[in-house]
Nanobody
Framework: QVQLVESGGRLVQTGGSLRLSCAAS????????MGWFRQAPGKEREFVAQ????????YFADSVKGRFTISRDSAKNTVYLQMNSLKPEDTAVYYC????????????WGQGTQVTVSS
């Protein structure tokens, strides 16, 4: 399994930017897809973005497409979520997750980091 530690969440104003980091360790990361999810109060956890560690291919939820980007730094074993043009509805706990490329279920999760966007 992969161990994940998120950081970077904080209070930011509407229209602002924020970069979340996810430090990964453990199994061979090239075999994994890394994802970001979020959970707002009273709502279910939802998918935000993902990146394949091996080739860098990405996929985004429609709600963040064009505003968020995801990237990875192989030297640092870290995945980033760059969030621009933030909206109050982006307020949530953001979780980093990992899954093997051959499955669809994420089986490793970080502890989460709080992002609050003030209006």
């Amino acid at each position: 399994q992969v161990q994940l530690v998120e950081s970077g969440g904080r209070l930011v104003q509407t229209g602002g930017s924020l970069r979340l980091s996810c430090a990964a360790s453990g199994s061979i990361l090239s075999s994994y897809v890394m994802g970001w999810f979020r959970q707002a109060p009273g709502k279910e956890r939802e998918f935000v973005a993902q990146i394949a560690w091996s080739d860098g291919s990405t996929y985004f939820a429609d709600s963040v497409k064009g505003r968020f980007t995801i990237s990875r730094d192989s030297a640092k074993n870290t995945v980033y979520l760059q969030m621009n043009s933030l909206k109050p509805e982006d307020t949530a706990v953001y979780y980093c997750a990992a899954r093997w490329v051959t499955v669809t279920t994420y089986n490793s999760w970080g502890q989460g980091t709080q992002v609050t966007v003030s209006s």
